[in-house]
């Protein structure tokens, strides 16, 4: 899911940077202290879930866990992504400085919308587990539909580079969706207030 | 409070346990170049040691952006071109057009003709009539030998290529998760001053 350097042109980079950089703004403002160790830890596993491989499909993926960043962060996911990024570029030579807006982009930006509208519907315990595979699911859909967006400006066909890349992440998808799924059901029962759930649901379930 | 500590304490197993799952495997796409006689071989991977099918394969120069030469990876990840007439080095480029793009610096050194010598001698034969027998043999015993040689050095040349490729190691990682523990720590800092 990382666009390697020298592949985008000037004003896609360009653009990608100023946006991840307002993002990181907008997160910054909105971790406040409770949350700065469950975003520091998060930003860790984002880091380390990249060099776990699905061995499924033609190309080379692996698990991006935006979707249940941005669920448990809200826009706090942002700036975790952004670190994360930067420390794979340097450890691992993924990606790359130049490209690191629109990576922010593609991948906080698609795990923002694709989770937004499940957001409010953990605290219903009933839809809880469907609304979290969703997220999971289509952050890793929307980050592969935005990746071929930025690469339809390195002229190649957007429908192929769009086909290509949505197929290579299919498996990936349905995993995040049952890992989302699973850490998500977790938190609601060990730590309900990493969901933002308040003690008012607790009682409800008692 | 307890329930904060049972938590860090869970996700740091999470995290310790999805580094060491599986072997280390960076993601991106690998290419790597050698010469073997008249080629120039070049072999691309995928992490974890997929080859990269169906991979555009590109050379140029690196000062220029024309493009040498161009193909696509086989079944097995390989490509190779015949080594181009002009010495200079050559960026090879391996692009995968879902994003994944590598590359290989081939210095001029590392593919040229090192034996100026024997074809010096090659050419000389026909000139220099004197002592024929002898210098017609040692120039096609040097080229011989150098054909060998150079035949024994081309998996040799491999592996180097193969090694000289930056793989990721278990301290990558835990350095990283560090920074992760020492960005917050220092957010933290300076949020407790800021809020004192």
Redesign the interface.
């Known amino acids: 899911?990382?666009?390697?350097?020298?592949?985008l042109s000037g004003p896609v980079l360009l653009g990608g940077a100023v946006l991840a950089a307002v993002g990181t703004g907008i997160g910054l403002r909105k971790?406040d202290?409770e949350r700065?160790?469950t975003?520091?830890?998060?930003?860790?596993?984002f880091?380390?879930?990249?060099?776990?491989?699905v061995?499924v499909g033609?190309?080379?993926?692996?698990l991006l866990l935006n979707g249940l960043m941005a669920l448990l962060l809200g826009w706090g996911c942002v700036p975790a992504i952004l670190?994360?990024l930067v420390?794979?570029a340097?450890?691992?030579?993924?990606g790359g400085f130049t490209v690191l807006g629109v990576n922010v982009v593609i991948i906080a930006g698609a795990g923002l919308l694709g989770s937004c509208m499940f957001r409010s519907r953990l605290a219903d315990a009933k839809g809880r587990a469907v609304a979290a595979f969703m997220a999971g699911f289509l952050s890793v859909a929307l980050a592969a539909l935005f990746?071929a967006v930025?690469?339809v400006t390195t002229n190649?066909n957007f429908l192929?580079?769009a086909r290509?890349?949505f197929v290579?992440h299919l498996p990936v998808m349905v995993v995040e969706g049952a890992i989302t799924m699973f850490v998500v059901g977790f938190?609601a029962k060990?730590?309900p207030e990493?969901l933002g759930l308040d003690g008012s649901l607790i009682k409800k379930e008692e | 409070m307890r329930n904060d500590v049972a938590t860090i304490l869970l996700l740091t197993v999470v995290v310790w346990l999805l580094a060491h799952a599986q072997p280390v495997q960076a993601h991106k796409v690998h290419i790597f170049a050698y010469a073997d006689g008249e080629q120039i071989r070049t072999e691309s991977r995928f992490s974890g040691d997929r080859p990269a099918r169906n991979c555009e394969v590109t050379v140029q120069a690196p000062a220029d952006q024309e493009i040498m030469v161009a193909g696509s990876t086989d079944a097995q990840g390989l490509f190779a071109f015949a080594k181009p007439k002009q010495g200079g080095d050559l960026d090879i480029i391996v692009s995968c057009g879902d994003g994944h793009r590598g590359s290989w610096r081939l210095e001029a050194a590392d593919y040229l003709d090192d034996r100026p010598e024997a074809h010096e001698h090659l050419h000389q034969e026909s000139r220099q009539p004197a002592s024929p027998s002898a210098a017609i043999d040692e120039a096609r015993l040097r080229g011989i030998v150098a054909d060998e040689v150079e035949k024994k050095l081309a998996p040799l040349r491999r592996d180097l290529a193969r090694l000289a490729e930056r793989k990721t190691t278990p301290q990558d990682i835990v350095g990283g998760i560090g920074y992760f523990l020492g960005l917050a720590g220092l957010a933290a800092y300076f949020r407790y001053r800021k809020g004192r």
């Open positions: 899911m990382h666009l390697a350097e020298g592949i971790i202290q700065l160790m975003t520091a830890l998060l930003s860790a596993a880091f380390v879930a990249s060099l776990v491989h061995p033609p190309g080379s993926v692996h670190v994360a420390l794979q340097v450890f691992f030579q993924f990746m930025a690469l190649q192929v580079t290509v890349v290579a938190l060990v730590q990493i």
